[in-house]
Every structure is written in C-alpha cells, then in structure tokens.
C-alpha cells in the first residue's frame, strides 16, 4: 500500500537533493497531501544494514528521505574522516532500488556555515563507553542529527541499534529537546557468519575480519549464558573476557553490561540489559552489541 501512495504522490522515481533549499517543495507537497514522512539519516556506503532500516522507515511513513552525509563534526581528528568510504553513485542506485524517495546527499558546505557558533552537547549518557572513546563524538552526531531534524521534519526516524549509545543519545534528544519525532531502533543486520554490518569492514584484511568475528562470539556466549540463568553482571562479564582474549590481536576499548536507560553497569542482568563491545582489528575500530533476552 505505501508503494502505491508513494506512486500517486512524490515522483515514480528517486530524487537526488544537494540543496536544503530544494528539499521543501517535495516535502511541503508530502505534508500537504497528510503523508507522514520518515528520516533515515546515513553515512552512506550502504549496506544491507542501511536498507533495513529503509524498509523499517517504509514499514512507518508513506515518503522515505534518506540522508547521506559523511559528518566532519563526529570525527576527531586522529580518526578516518577523509579515508571514510564513500560512493554516492553507488549508494544512489542501491537507495533507488530500495524505494527511497528523496535522497539527501548535501555537501559539507551546504550543512556547515564556516562561521558557524553553535553545537548540540549531550550530558551525562555521553560521558561513558564511545564518549570517552571519541572525545567530541556525540556532539558532532547530534549537532546534525538536530539539523537533519529541522531541515526533514520528519515524523519519524530510523537509526540502528549497532549505535546503541547513539540511539539511546538521540531518543533523549528527541525526547528533551521536544523535537516530536518518533525515534524508531532497527535490529543489527548480521553477515552470514555473525559480525555486524557496517561500512568499516571494508577496512579490514582477511584475517583481521577473522578475528573480527570474536566480538560476535562473545556477545553470543553471554547472550546464551544469560538465557541459561546467568544474571551476575560481573560473571557475564568476566565470561565475555574470557572469550575476548582468545584472540589477542584484538584491543578490546570496552566490554560494557549496562542498563538501557543510563548505559551504567548493572550487577545483575535483566531481560533489555545491553551488553556492548568496542575493539580495534588492526588499524579499525569496530563496535557490536546485543540485548540480553531479545537473541
Ligand atoms: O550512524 C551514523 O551513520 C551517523 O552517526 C549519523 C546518525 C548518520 C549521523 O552522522
């Protein structure tokens, strides 16, 4: 049915939209005819994870925008912000083929004033886990996270749960900054052989994605062990480690069990605890996580 609307509505065809300018007809029309509009904001290089969450948006709203932008701000200044992967030719056909109806691919420019003198700064949920990893992360994620909700309006918007402490992030901003948008998590996309999805595996080596495959390991083995009746946080930890260091070449940043609300450690695990992983493979930085109870 959305297919349908979609047709008699925005164009039987994608559109490609540098200029935040030429993004209000085609919304404004949407609004107009009382469609609901869903945002899935991307780094582009898409992947099967990133269309998920385009079937998840189509799933919530009749006209699909994805964005694809490759944020300076989220990046420090050690990290791969100019090796990051990036293929708009390749992502606009994938995008096409998927039913996006407005792809978003501004230039940096367009979203930054030179000038410019305000971010958006998280608090607390920030200070732990990737926050202390990436300095400044979180600010330059919401900072255009807040754009791209201004410039969209979107009703609702699609993020996946790989992020986990960004997802949490960005429902607080939402919720805190009375954006009304409807914050909606899809599930991590898996390779056939268990490590997430994500634009970063391009990066590795093949046996450095051999060894990648230890984060999913371990993120399995305490998910099974938890359903087995394990709830003592420091012995799902303690049995993750054990895991983690069967493969030593990987530098674990992290190994967090933590409740889904504040991201802090628990001492006993409950149906919705998260247990989440950083590591570096070699020169590239990977995260991952699962839900306990939801595998
Ligand atoms: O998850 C990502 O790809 C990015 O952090 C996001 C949400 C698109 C903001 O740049």
Redesign the pocket.
């Known amino acids: 049915m959305a297919a349908d609307i979609r047709m008699t509505t925005i164009a039987s065809s994608m559109r490609l939209i540098e200029k935040i300018a030429s993004l209000r007809a085609p919304l404004s029309e949407a609004r107009r005819r009382g469609q609901s509009i869903a945002l899935v904001?991307?780094?582009g290089y898409l992947h099967e994870g990133h269309l998920h969450l385009v079937d998840v948006a189509r799933r919530h709203a009749a006209v699909v925008v994805l964005?694809v932008?490759v944020?300076p701000l989220?990046f420090g200044p050690h990290e791969d912000f100019t090796r990051y992967p990036r293929d708009l030719e390749g992502d606009a056909m994938k995008a096409e083929r998927r039913g996006v109806d407005l792809l978003f691919a501004p230039p940096v420019e367009e979203l930054y004033a030179s000038d410019r003198t305000v971010a958006v700064t998280p608090l607390s949920l920030a200070d732990r886990w990737e926050g202390a990893a990436r300095p400044g992360h979180f600010t330059?994620?919401l900072t255009?996270?807040t754009k791209l909700f201004n410039i969209v309006q979107p009703t609702v918007a699609v993020?996946?749960q790989k992020?986990i402490q960004?997802a949490t992030l960005?429902k607080a901003l939402a919720r805190d900054l009375d954006f009304g948008v409807k914050i909606v998590i899809a599930n991590t996309v898996r390779e056939p052989d268990g490590l997430a999805m994500s634009s970063r595996n391009a990066y590795l080596a093949p046996e450095e994605r051999r060894r990648a495959l230890v984060l999913w390991r371990t993120l399995r083995a305490v998910s099974e062990a938890f359903d087995a009746g394990e709830y003592d946080g420091v012995e799902l930890e303690q049995l993750g480690w054990e895991i983690l260091a069967t493969e030593p070449e990987v530098q674990v940043d992290y190994l967090a069990i933590v409740d889904p609300q504040r991201l802090e450690p628990v001492a006993v695990a409950e149906q919705g605890t998260i247990v989440a992983i950083a590591a570096r493979v070699g020169g590239t930085r990977l995260i991952d996580n699962v839900i306990l109870g939801a595998l």
Request: charged share 5%; glycine share 12%; no cysteine.
């Open positions: 904001p991307t780094m964005s932008f944020n989220q330059g994620v255009v996270v993020f996946g992020d960004q960005i």
